[in-house]
Nanobody
Framework: VQLQASGGGLVQAGDSLRLSCAAP????????GGWFRQAPGKEREFVGG????????YYSDSAKGRFTISKATAKNMIYLQMNNLNPEDTAIYYC???????????????????WGQGTQVTVSS
């Protein structure tokens, strides 16, 4: 499965940005979609995910309240809407997919099967 993340850029603190992740075929009908990020010198961390069946997305504590994940299955896309960005959100953002069950959707890098190439988000103060 080949994923393509896009939408990153340079923004100021307080701004919003929407990232997109494109996939071939019916990927997001058959796979859960997720977002991770990796800041310089830090490990890749989970941001949020959405199940292949839809439903309420789930988020890391740092993303709750500011980030929203959605998907457009018919367009083979998932999105990460990021509001009120701050410099600590500066990172490369990656999308990924897995087929884990609802009871254990996966929060660790190793829980995810396929990855996109990442898109850089830089937030200036």
């Amino acid at each position: 499965v080949q994923l393509q993340a896009s939408g990153g850029g340079l923004v100021q603190a307080g701004d919003s940005l929407r990232l997109s992740c494109a996939a071939p075929g019916r990927t997001f009908a058959n796979y859960n979609g997720g977002w991770f990020r990796q800041a310089p010198g830090k490990e890749r961390e989970f941001v949020g995910g959405i199940m292949r069946s839809g439903g309420t997305p789930y988020y890391s504590d740092s993303a709750k309240g500011r980030f929203t994940i959605s998907k457009a299955t018919a367009k083979n896309m998932i999105y990460l809407q990021m509001n009120n960005l701050n410099p600590e959100d500066t990172a490369i953002y990656y999308c990924a997919v897995n087929r884990r069950p609802f009871s254990d959707p996966g929060y660790k890098v190793g829980d995810w099967l396929y990855w996109g190439q990442g898109t850089q988000v830089t937030v200036s103060s």
